[in-house]
């Protein structure tokens, strides 16, 4: 079992930049597959960026080229660099973890707490 909790939200101006942590206990995370995902207040949780443990990374076209995803497997730690921020990246950052399949096939998906982030000038 992994938890997760995230930090490094805040409150910045459009333009700006911000770097999210996820740290990790209870398992290491060289092993799963990593996401960022963000929920402005009303509406659903978006995908942001993923990151497998063999180094792919994708991410929503919206926040292509602004955003990074990265791993630091000795901190058991993700995080996400967010640069040239807009006010409508405003919205709650959880992070994910998904495991591999297990005997019976079956992935277990764990999620962060969330950290807020704010662009606002």
């Known amino acids: 079992q992994v938890q997760l909790v995230e930090s490094g939200g805040g409150l910045v101006q459009p333009g700006g930049s911000l770097r999210l942590s996820c740290a990790a206990s209870?398992?290491?995370?060289?092993?799963?597959?990593m996401g960022w995902y963000r929920q402005a207040p009303g509406k659903q949780r978006d995908f942001v960026a993923q990151?497998?443990?063999?180094?792919?990374?994708n991410y929503a076209a919206a926040v292509k080229g602004h955003f990074t995803i990265s791993r630091d497997n000795a901190k058991n730690t993700v995080y996400l660099q967010m640069n040239n921020l807009k006010p409508e990246d405003t919205a709650v950052y959880y992070c994910?973890?998904?495991?591999?399949?297990?005997?019976?096939?079956?992935?277990?998906?764990?999620w962060g707490q969330g950290t807020q982030v704010t662009v606002s000038s």
């Open positions: 209870g398992s290491l995370l060289g092993r799963y597959t």
């Open positions: 994910n973890a998904i495991s591999g399949a297990n005997i019976l096939g079956i992935r277990n998906t764990y």
């Open positions: 990151l497998t443990n063999d180094g792919t990374t």
